[in-house]
């Protein structure tokens, strides 16, 4: 019991007092393990344990995946699916909130980053909405929730991340079911969006263009057609996650410099940049591996599952428990490390009930997407505020009802398994 005190004091004060979440993780762990080895060893067994959790295959995806999404957001393709997107959507009473929404699914599903997507997003679609005359604060509060969409539409790295936490879930089955699910969260913000374009009385845009649909249609295809070369690869078999991200790199390459959007001397700054995201994400998953191991070695896993069941034997009463557990952690705990941490916990819990692994996958995942979008920590959050050149006290009332939408899709998927499922059980 000292052991497990150890661990969650430090981490907690550790993070309280701003200290970055992976060092928070891995002081954490290395004190703990000092309380039951000698110094000597307890630096050893950490240093061991974080070089052996990036040591996996499919890590290698989530580097290049983060490379293809800088790629994309510099490579022009991101014009190119709001422009889309408005000839879709722009007629329509306050048509430039479904843009951002609809813009932010596809442009985060195919760079599987929030951060890109928000930054992309703002950054176009801000000035044009308050341009119009659209509240800041409405814009960019439907700008940070749409933009974590594309962390539950595939290809998405936090899908990977799981599949590695928890055991080897299939990578494919967690990209199909994320589907029905991330568009259900997108039709969610923007059923919100229609309430308050109604009550503001917004008027109608220009009517759609035929003609204009369909060039900004074939514009954007071979932009939306990643997904197809990537989901469809991968379903089919023809290669794997980590093959299809090294495919999704030359395709962006290739289709950057089509464009003429992306020149050879550009590519310095992507891959500085893409480096530094890399160096964050993969540091976050090193230490939280090591958190992993401690927590097993302490049997924490074991202790957390004997007590969820003693409180009751329910299926829902315990989903709804680890929900809430998740969205607190949420709130103050990066997405990656939440997952690699709580995985090992909670997946044993619910596998014993009979949830299936890519189920609790995707539940986790959306769960943890509403803390991206929370304060204090919520790096969507304060990339969202910061390009719309805003507060986070003047954005969170108008997130609140997003934040709403979001919660009752996550229940929705939490308590109907096939929302996820069936496409997964399709494509058996």
Same mark, same amino acid.
């Given at each position: ?9 430090? +981490? ?13 993780? #891995?002081?954490?762990?290395?004190? %703990? ?16 344990? /974080? ?21 994309? @957001? ?14 879709? /959507? ?16 596809? +442009? ?20 044009? /909405? ?5 509240? *800041?604060? +409405? ?5 940070? %929730? ?64 035929? *003609? ?18 990537? $989901? #469809?690869?991968?379903?089919? #078999? ?83 428990? $680890? ?43 959306? @769960? ?28 969170? *009332? ?15 998927? %939490? +308590? ?13």
């Amino acid at each position: 019991m000292s052991e497990v005190l150890i661990l969650v004091l430090s +981490f907690i004060i550790l993070l309280s007092i701003g200290v970055p979440v992976a060092w928070s993780i #891995g002081i954490s762990c290395i004190l %703990t393990i000092l309380a039951s080895i000698d110094s000597l060893a307890a630096f050893t067994t950490v240093a061991q344990r /974080m070089a052996t959790g990036l040591d996996s295959f499919s890590l290698l995806a989530i580097p290049l995946f983060i490379l293809a999404g800088q790629i994309m @957001n510099q490579g022009g393709i991101a014009n190119r699916l709001i422009a889309f997107a408005k000839a879709l /959507m722009g007629a329509l009473p306050g048509g430039l909130i479904y843009v951002n929404v609809v813009a932010a699914m596809l +442009f985060g599903a195919i760079a599987g980053s929030a951060v890109a997507a928000t930054s992309a997003m703002g950054g176009i679609l801000g000035p044009a /909405m308050e341009k119009e005359g659209y509240s *800041k604060q +409405f814009g960019a509060a439907v700008n940070i %929730t749409a933009s974590t969409t594309g962390l539950v539409i595939p290809p998405s790295n936090v899908l990977i991340v799981y599949s590695l936490a928890s055991g080897g879930v299939s990578i494919a089955s967690l990209f199909l079911a994320g589907y029905l699910p991330g568009i259900l969260m997108g039709l969610a913000l923007m059923l919100v969006a229609a309430v308050w374009i109604k009550k503001k009385k917004y008027p109608a845009g220009a009517p759609a263009n035929l *003609k204009n649909i369909l060039v900004t249609f074939l514009q954007a295809l071979p932009s939306l057609l990643l997904l197809v070369v990537v $989901i #469809g690869g991968i379903v089919s #078999g023809i290669f794997t996650a980590t093959e299809a991200s090294g495919i999704a790199v030359l395709y962006c390459l290739i289709l950057s410099f089509i464009n003429k959007e992306l020149k050879i001397s550009d590519l310095h700054s992507v891959f500085l940049s893409s480096v530094g995201t890399t160096a964050i994400v993969m540091l976050l998953i090193a230490t939280s591996m090591s958190m992993s191991w401690v927590m097993s070695y302490e049997n924490i896993p074991q202790a957390v599952s004997d007590a969820l069941l003693s409180l009751s034997d329910n299926i829902f009463v315990i989903l709804l428990i $680890i929900n809430l557990l998740l969205l607190f952690v949420g709130t103050f705990m990066d997405m990656t490390p939440a997952v690699l941490i709580f995985t090992p916990i909670f997946l044993p819990v619910v596998t014993e009930l009979g949830v299936d692994p890519v189920h609790f996958g995707i539940m986790m995942v959306m @769960n943890l997407c509403v803390g991206l979008c929370s304060p204090p920590v919520g790096s969507v959050l304060f990339i969202g505020v910061s390009v719309a050149k805003t507060s986070i006290q003047k954005v969170i *009332k108008p997130l609140l009802p997003l934040y709403v939408a979001m919660f009752i899709v996550l229940m929705l998927v %939490t +308590f109907i398994p096939e929302i996820s499922l069936w496409l997964p059980r399709l494509f058996e």
